[in-house]
């Protein structure tokens, strides 16, 4: 089967770092993706991972490891706007080019 | 370059109406794919179409269809719509199959 978790809520204050795991368990894979959806808008893609490591862009970091089936995306120097949901997706080829999608984890900052 | 765009907005119809959602992909890109959004299920690939074919489809019942015509715009249709079938339908589109995906603002759905 295809699961990918992610915790359901997370808080944080103006200025920190928070990090948003995302597991999962899919038949096979071809790429880990992080998206931000605001309330009422579309998702934005931020990241793509396919090979294990770390990989930056300005405040948000994304991280894979493959043989544990875990990524986690970093977010630096939290601002009020960062107040989204965030979803972990996954390419498996069994599924053909399909995303499967976490269901998301809302972050809220305050100051 | 002008993004996805998704047409109608907003769709209030009642049950066993039917229903036809327009999306125009980015320019240039050939892959379109269509996934529903509700707070319980979060987000669910319906199908994806690339240069008019049906790559891939979802776990949905045949009521979901779509096409994709030569200009890369696709239209996704349901028929005999049931309350469950509220929604926000999602498109987006990417370059070639595997690429990264660029979602439109969507289309919300209500089945009254």
Redesign the interface.
């Known amino acids: 089967g295809q699961n990918i978790d992610q915790p359901t809520e997370m808080t944080a204050t103006e200025g920190a770092i928070v990090q948003i795991n995302c597991t999962y368990q899919t038949s096979g894979f071809?790429?880990l993706?992080w998206?931000q959806q605001h309330a009422g808008?579309?998702?934005?893609?931020l990241s793509?991972n396919v090979l294990d490591g770390l990989e930056e862009k300005g405040r948000f970091s994304s991280f894979l490891s493959r043989s544990k089936g875990y990524s986690y995306l970093l977010l630096k120097e939290l601002q009020m706007k960062d107040s989204a949901s965030y979803?972990c997706?996954v390419?498996d080829p069994q599924?053909?080019?399909?995303?499967?999608?976490?269901?998301?984890t809302t972050l809220s900052v305050s100051s | 370059k002008a993004g996805?765009t998704q047409t109608p907005r907003y769709l209030i119809k009642t049950r066993g109406q039917q229903v036809t959602l327009s999306c125009s992909p980015i320019s240039g890109h050939r892959?379109v794919?269509w996934?529903q959004q509700t707070p319980g299920?979060?987000?669910?690939?319906l199908f994806?179409y690339f240069s008019e074919t049906q790559?891939?489809k979802?776990n949905f019942p045949g009521r979901f269809s779509g096409r994709q015509f030569s200009n890369s715009r696709s239209e996704m249709n349901v028929s005999t719509l049931e309350l469950g079938d509220s929604a926000l339908y999602?498109c987006a589109s990417s370059w070639k199959?595997?690429n990264?995906?660029?979602?439109?603002?969507?289309t919300r759905l209500t089945v009254l």
Do not use: C, D, H, M
């Open positions: 071809n790429g993706f998206y808008e579309a998702p934005t893609f793509y979803l997706a390419r599924a053909g080019t399909a995303l499967i999608f976490g269901k998301g | 996805v892959s794919s996934y299920q979060g987000l669910q690939f994806e790559r891939n979802g999602l199959e595997n990264e995906q660029f979602f439109g603002p969507g």
